[in-house]
């Protein structure tokens, strides 16, 4: 660690050279009039910018690598001139073009829609005519190897979750804020979306997790722009929400901020059976769960000279969810017996603030990038469960306050050193601290009163401390071969006590996490690239919080303090032709698999000899689970881009391995004595998810599109049981008028994406679960951006602290 700090600073103080500056003006050549939002692309082995030039024509480059570049202009995403160009000092051009002379058929500059380079696919957004008039959040689902299935989350190759980089750096948003974000950004800002299906030693992301790398065009004026959305969204309930995003920029001071604020209100029809031979319980019911979002953040970014920069990101999100109410009809073997009512309050305060440094040390790319995060996470839940009986039973009531507290330091530092010979090495070191306070209160109704359950009631506190060390080594060993290798060394301490209960743990072990990746170019139709990847997923810190969740008084979910992290092992083979069709073949590994398990079993009352039966869904690590996948598909544009269709089929094979016999939250009660059935995971499945994503452009003028989309999954296994078939057809209907956007979406319209698990285990058990989600809904937004929409935008800030968001 000594020597890692000593290389660091050694690192600081190499000199720095200059750049140069390319800058221009563009022209017609027979009126001499300036051509303003014509795009300027640059692109040669190591570098890729565009421009738009502003209302007189010009453009500028400021502080790029000296070297010989490909140049080209594109109006409307149509090239219509290119030209090999050597810059070596300050230079000044003027570009004079006219599209009425020029044959497109001619002029074709090089770079191709979807491509693979290196560790990732790289979708050339500004060279496809999906570009215009989107969003960006419905690019990237049509966006080859992305897919969703809820219209709220986004996944790769129908497996992986998805952390969203922004220029290479990770987005300082939760989840549901970037979702937002995403539909708030015109896709025109966008050059490119680069895919990492198996992100390397580099990349602090949690197992089975790809990265989705947003690259912003990289516009230089001062000025403001901004923009807002309104929203209406139609599904059971009605719910609107807002947001709006401002960015400024003066010479070396650049300032991004937005708010966002909305209502969204859920119901979920269920039914809920378990049992055996002997008997069955049955508990039908709704959730409605009301939520009300508000949140933003603001970014500072400050040019201290023309090689170093500084940072300040600082996000904040509210979530309020009062009077959510659970209702649940129960029966026993036919028999109606009570009705469970559960009344809840939640809200959910959460604060972010990240600082960044980062300093360029040579012409070619090297740098050093340092983050600090601080972030603080405050949830707060009070509800209250009441059974009332139909027959002569006797009336139950019980009151939880289930609170989790979550402090977190990040730290992390990044060098980047490339050479003249192409290659690229990547030290870096990160350490994250980690506190949990979960002060859990359950009183059960007795005499009249509320009084504490000893059982139940308990205060848990859990520590984190994670140091990784981390290094890649990137060539390029031929001109049609290139590779990267590396790995990262976690070395994680936990340690957990349940305050006054004797029971404490602590769990101390090192990971060495290895990564390769080759990338070979055939030929220029063809490419094959291979990659190895072995990662740690931790649990979430709410699912370690040892409460309970009653659904009934006999049905609840259950989290676990003991459970640890898994391992994942995955292998990856992938092939593009012509950059239009790709086949993606994968293998997976889970050690140690961890899940949400169905344990059912009885409490005997030993002084009455009474039994009643339960179902405890509980996250538990139970064995080991294998995954294979074959996916292909194709992204191409028929009519001279007037249609763009993006089709895949992944075809999936799952195995688990495991049996869970005990739980190791159970506390014995005096006078109860509680039998537990083993759950066995012994099953084997294939599935086959199909995506046809369709983008039609109606009109000449390039402002009516037309976007009818249908996936479709197939039944398959899960932990819990298997998980029924679900598709869904989804059409849109875009206008476009200058600065303004209306957009009208229907999803789900025929009702078919509901979900339905049955299990039945080898001893006779089952349980099944129905849920009825109301994912038909339409939605009508409206979007207007103002300012000076070339405006070069702020530096997105890695944060230290984003694989701790992603376990909150």
Request: hydrophobic fraction near 35%; glycine fraction near 6%; include cysteine.
């Amino acid at each position: 660690m000594r020597n890692t700090l000593l290389l660091l600073i050694l690192l600081c103080s190499i000199s720095i050279s200059a750049q140069i500056n390319f800058s221009g003006k563009l022209v017609d050549d027979k009126t001499n009039s300036p051509i303003s939002l014509g795009e300027i692309y640059l692109a040669n082995n190591e570098t890729e910018l565009s421009n738009l030039t502003d209302e007189n024509g010009k453009f500028t480059f400021g502080q790029i690598p000296a070297g010989i570049y490909e140049m080209a202009v594109l109006i409307n995403f149509d090239t219509i001139y290119k030209e090999k160009i050597e810059l070596t000092q300050n230079t000044e051009k003027q570009l004079k073009i006219s599209s009425s002379n020029v044959d497109l058929k001619e002029v074709v500059v090089s770079k191709k829609i979807f491509q693979k380079k290196a560790d990732r696919f790289v979708f050339d957004v500004s060279n496809s005519s999906i570009a215009k008039g989107n969003d960006a959040f419905h690019l990237l689902k049509q966006t080859p190897l992305v897919s969703t299935t809820d219209g709220k989350t986004l996944k790769i190759l129908n497996k992986s979750d998805v952390i969203i980089y922004i220029n290479g750096r990770k987005s300082n948003m939760d989840n549901e804020a970037i979702i937002e974000m995403l539909k708030n950004t015109p896709s025109e800002n966008i050059q490119k979306i680069e895919i990492i299906t198996v992100p390397g030693s580099e990349f602090q992301v949690e197992a089975n997790t790809g990265v989705i790398n947003i690259v912003m065009k990289k516009e230089t004026t001062n000025g403001y722009n901004g923009s807002v959305r309104l929203v209406d969204n139609q599904g059971y309930y009605n719910n609107p929400s807002m947001n709006a995003s401002l960015n400024f920029r003066k010479d070396k001071l650049a300032i991004n901020t937005g708010i966002y604020t909305g209502m969204y209100k859920s119901r979920e029809e269920i039914d809920l059976s378990n049992g055996n031979q002997n008997f069955i319980t049955t508990s039908k019911g709704y959730i409605a769960d009301p939520n009300t979002n508000f949140g933003g953040n603001i970014g500072l970014d400050y040019e201290l000279s023309a090689n170093q920069n500084i940072g300040l990101t600082y996000n904040y999100r509210y979530n309020k969810s009062f009077d959510a109410v659970f209702t649940f009809d129960n029966s026993y073997n036919g028999v109606l017996l009570n009705r469970t009512t559960k009344t809840e309050d939640a809200q959910i305060r959460n604060h972010s603030l990240n600082l960044n440094y980062e300093i360029k040390t040579d012409t070619i790319g090297s740098k050093l990038m340092t983050n600090a995060s601080v972030l603080f996470y405050k949830r707060g839940m009070e509800s209250i469960n009441e059974t009332f009986p139909y027959d002569n039973s006797e009336y139950q009531a019980l009151r939880q306050f289930i609170p989790q507290k979550i402090d977190n330091i990040s730290l992390n530092a990044d060098y980047i050193a490339k050479t003249k010979k192409e290659n690229t090495w990547l030290f870096g070191a990160n350490y994250i601290y980690t506190k949990t306070d979960n002060d859990t209160k359950q009183d059960n109704l007795i005499n009249g009163n509320f009084t504490p359950d000893e059982v139940f009631t308990n205060h848990f506190l859990y520590k984190e401390n994670i140091l990784g060390l981390y290094l890649t080594f990137e060539r390029k060993l031929s001109e049609k071969l290139s590779g990267k290798i590396g790995t990262r060394v976690e070395i994680t301490k936990t340690e957990g006590d349940i305050i006054g209960k004797n029971n404490s743990f602590k769990n101390d072990y090192t990971n060495f996490l290895p990564y390769l990746t080759l990338n070979y170019d055939i030929n220029k139709s063809n490419n094959l690239s291979y990659t190895f990847s072995s990662r740690v997923k931790r649990p979430a810190f709410w699912e370690l919080n040892p409460a309970r969740t009653y659904l009934t008084p006999t049905n609840y979910l259950q989290n676990n303090p003991f459970m640890s992290s898994s391992k994942y092992y995955k292998q990856e083979l992938n092939y593009l032709l012509k950059g239009t069709y790709f086949l993606n073949v994968d293998f997976e590994y889970v050690q140690d698999a961890s899940g949400q398990i169905p344990l059912q079993g009885t409490v005997k009352n030993l002084a009455t000899g009474e039994t009643t039966e339960f179902l405890r869904y509980i996250r538990m690590n139970y064995g080991d689970k294998k995954t294979v996948n074959a996916t292909i598909g194709l992204n191409k544009e028929l009519y001279n881009g007037i249609w763009n269709m993006s089709y895949s089929a992944t075809f999936m094979y799952q195995n688990y391995s495991g049996v869970v016999k005990s739980d190791p939250t159970y506390i014995a009660q005096p006078g109860l004595e509680e039998t537990l059935y083993p759950y066995v995971l012994n099953s084997s499945s294939t599935s086959a998810h199909l995506k046809f994503d369709n983008n039609i452009r109606l009109s000449a003028n390039k402002d009516w599109f037309l976007g009818v989309n249908y996936w479709y999954l197939s039944s398959f296994e899960l932990e819990l049981g298997k998980l029924g078939q679900q598709h869904s057809f989804d059409i849109n209907l875009k206008k476009i008028w200058t600065n303004w956007t209306v957009l009208f979406e229907a999803e789900n319209i025929f009702d078919t994406a509901n979900v339905q698990i049955t299990n039945n285990e080898p001893n006779g058990n089952f349980n099944n679960l129905y849920q009825k989600n109301y994912r038909r809904q339409f939605t009508l937004s409206v979007s207007y951006k103002f300012g000076n929409q070339k405006i070069k935008k702020s530096r997105d800030i890695n944060e230290a602290n984003s694989t701790i968001k992603s376990r909150l």
